[in-house]
């Protein structure tokens, strides 16, 4: 039971480019899912945000909030897919709207654009890698 040498001093392969894509896409998507999370969390609670305490408010920010959570096991899972479908559930009803008023609200729609460069990354990296995930 000898261990050959070349293999104690092999050093490890650098990075190639399509996991740097792949990763900084899990980062982006993960950064993105955990703002959007926080932002929508002090919206519902935050007086200053402008939204009523009514059930219908409570349930839309709830389901952003659930996206958002989604989105974050999608993107540290290196679902590029899941992502790009859940930036376009989040983006086009709600984050549209709060991108172009002037509030601090504004960054749940930027957060959300993460999304969808998270979700393009992913599966640029994955592509590039060869290989197939759902």
């Not at 002090?42 to 059930?55: C, K, R, T, V």
């Not at 899941?82 to 008023?101: E, H, N, Q, R, T």
Request: aromatic share 12%.
């Amino acid at each position: 039971m000898s261990v050959d040498q070349t293999e104690i001093n092999k050093k490890p392969a650098p990075a190639s480019r399509p996991d740097v894509f792949y990763k900084l896409g899990q980062i982006i998507g993960t950064s993105s899912g955990v703002v959007t999370c926080i932002l929508w969390t002090l919206a519902m609670w935050d007086p200053a945000s402008g939204f009523s305490f009514s059930f219908a408010s409570f349930a839309v920010v709830f389901v952003m909030i659930l996206i958002a959570i989604i989105a974050v096991i999608a993107s540290t899972k290196g679902h590029g897919k899941v992502l790009i479908v859940l930036f376009a559930i989040s983006f086009f009803p709600i984050g549209m709207y709060v991108l172009a008023i002037p509030h601090w609200l504004h960054w749940v729609g930027l957060a959300n654009i993460g999304l969808l460069v998270a979700g393009l990354l992913i599966r640029r990296g994955i592509r590039d890698r060869g290989q197939t995930t759902v």
